[in-house]
Nanobody, 119 residues
Framework: QVQLVESGGGLVQAGGSLRLSCAAS????????MGWFRQAPGKDREFVGG????????SYADSVKGRFTISRDYAKNTVYLQMNSLKPEDTAVYYC????????????WGQGTQVIVSS
């Protein structure tokens, strides 16, 4: 099993920045992808961005492209989500997730961290 713990959420004004962290522990040796998702009140969970854990390439949802950046510290088993130029519509609970053994399915999830962007 892989355990994921997010941190770094909070309240920020529109136009501001936050950096979320996600620390992985447990059976991390077979992680092949890490992703960030978010869920706003009354809405479905949506994909924000994802990264190949070993190669480092990342992809993003159109709604955050150019504003959010995913990075990783391979030695610390930690992935980051740098969020710039935040908008009120970015308000959501943000979740970190992991894929293992080249599966297309994210099957390990963190508990989530709240991000609130005030206008």
């Amino acid at each position: 099993q892989v355990q994921l713990v997010e941190s770094g959420g909070g309240l920020v004004q529109a136009g501001g920045s936050l950096r979320l962290s996600c620390a992985a522990s447990g059976r991390t040796f077979n992680i092949t992808g890490m992703g960030w998702f978010r869920q706003a009140p009354g809405k479905d969970r949506e994909f924000v961005g994802g990264m190949s854990w070993r190669l480092g390439g990342a992809s993003y949802a159109d709604s955050v492209k150019g504003r959010f950046t995913i990075s990783r510290d391979y030695a610390k088993n930690t992935v980051y989500l740098q969020m710039n130029s935040l908008k009120p519509e970015d308000t959501a609970v943000y979740y970190c997730a992991a894929r293992r053994d080249y599966s297309a399915v994210y099957n390990s999830w963190g508990q989530g961290t709240q991000v609130i962007v005030s206008s």
